[in-house]
C-alpha cells in the first residue's frame, strides 16, 4: 500500500519527498524505540515499535508507519536514520 | 519550504478551559477524538448531524463529484463522508483519507478497508502538489488551526479545476432557529449522546462541539479565507437554515 502512495507524499514540515527506510535501519529504529532512547519532535518517547519509516530526501527528519498508516504529523516527526 | 500563512481566520478563539493555546488544541483534540472514536459511528448514525449517507451523498453529486475522480477527504473522522464518496466515485482505491486522531483512522478503516489512510492534520498536508481532482472536509473546519493555512493547502494540493466542498454546520439567521439549534446541540445532543453510549468522554465531544458551533466566525468570513486561498468561484449553499456547503473552484 505505501509504495502505491509513496510518489504523491512529502514532509509536511519540509515538502521533501519521502522513501522508504532499508529493513536494517527500521530495525536499528526499533532497537533504539526498545531501548528508550527515541524521542519525536513534539518531545515525546516513542514507545510503540513500528513497521516501516518514511525519510525526507533531505534526510532533515522522518516519519514512522504502524499498522499500515503513515504518521504524517510534524510533533510526531523523528530524526533520519543514519545512512 | 513552503511558507505557512499567520492564522489570520482562526475558526474560533482558543476555547479555556479546554485549551489555552493552538498548540494545545491539537494535543487536546487527537485525545478527545481517540477517546471517543469507538463511540462515535453510533453517534452520528442516529442523527449526529441528522443528515447521514443520504445527505452527503446529494451534496457531494451537487458539487460535481463524479466516478473516476481522485479524492482527499480531509478530517476523515470515522469516515462517513470517505463511504459517501466511494458510493459516488465506485473507486475506493482512489480516494486518500487524511486525520489526526488514530483511534478515528482505525474505525474508518474498518468500514472502508480499501481507501488510503493517513494520520495527518489539515493544516499541514503531506500530500504533492496538484494531486486531487476534489477535495472534501465534512464538519470538521472548527478543529483546525488557521482557515487561511488550511484553505492554502487545499488549494495547492488540487489540480487546475479541481473542486473543494466544505460541510459545516452553521448558526441559523433567524430567531426560531437558533433556539431550535441551540436546544438540539447544546441541550440535547451531549446528554443523548451520554445515554446511548455510557462514555463521559463521548458526552464532553458533544458539549465542546456545541461551543465550538456558537464560537465559529461567521460565514462570510470563511469565504473571505477561501478566496484569499486563491479559490475562485466561491459560495455557500445552506440547508435547513444551518448545515452550510462552502465550495469554490482552484482555476
Known sequence: MIDSILPILQCPKSRQPLTLATRAEVEALNAAISAGSLTNSGGRAVTEPVEAILVAADRGCAYLVRDGIPILLPEEAVPAPVG | ?251
Open chain 2, 1 to 251: 519550504m513552503t511558507e505557512t500563512p499567520p492564522p489570520q481566520h482562526q475558526p474560533h478563539p482558543p476555547l479555556s478551559p479546554h485549551y489555552e493555546s493552538l498548540d494545545e488544541k491539537q494535543r487536546f483534540l487527537r485525545d478527545v477524538f481517540d477517546k471517543s472514536a469507538p463511540f462515535y459511528e453510533g453517534i452520528a448514525g442516529w442523527g449526529f448531524f441528522g443528515t447521514g449517507g443520504w445527505y452527503r451523498r446529494r451534496a457531494l453529486q451537487n458539487a460535481g463529484l463524479k466516478p473516476g475522480m481522485k479524492v482527499l477527504d480531509v478530517a476523515t473522522g470515522t469516515g462517513p463522508t470517505a463511504r459517501a464518496i466511494a458510493t459516488v466515485t465506485k473507486a475506493p482505491a482512489d480516494l486518500v483519507c487524511v486525520e489526526p486522531s488514530r483511534g478515528m483512522l482505525l474505525e474508518s478503516r474498518k468500514l472502508l478497508p480499501e481507501a488510503t489512510y493517513l494520520q495527518a492534520g489539515a493544516d499541514d498536508l503531506p500530500l504533492a502538489d496538484e494531486t486531487f481532482d476534489f477535495l472534501t472536509m465534512g464538519f470538521a473546519l472548527r478543529h483546525v488551526n488557521s482557515l487561511d493555512g488550511t484553505f492554502h493547502e487545499y488549494h495547492r494540493v488540487l489540480k487546475r479545476g479541481g473542486k473543494v466542498l466544505v460541510l459545516d454546520v452553521t448558526k441559523p439567521e433567524n430567531a426560531f432557529g437558533i433556539a431550535l439549534w441551540k436546544f438540539y446541540f447544546r441541550d440535547v445532543m451531549p446528554r443523548v449522546t451520554r445515554l446511548f453510549t455510557r462514555s463521559q468522554d463521548a458526552s464532553y465531544l458533544m458539549s465542546y462541539y456545541w461551543e465550538t458551533m456558537e464560537k465559529m466566525i461567521p460565514p462570510g468570513e470563511v469565504i473571505a479565507s477561501m478566496e484569499g486561498a486563491g479559490f475562485q468561484n466561491v459560495t455557500r449553499n445552506l440547508v435547513l437554515g444551518c448545515f452550510s456547503e462552502y465550495q469554490g473552484i482552484k482555476s
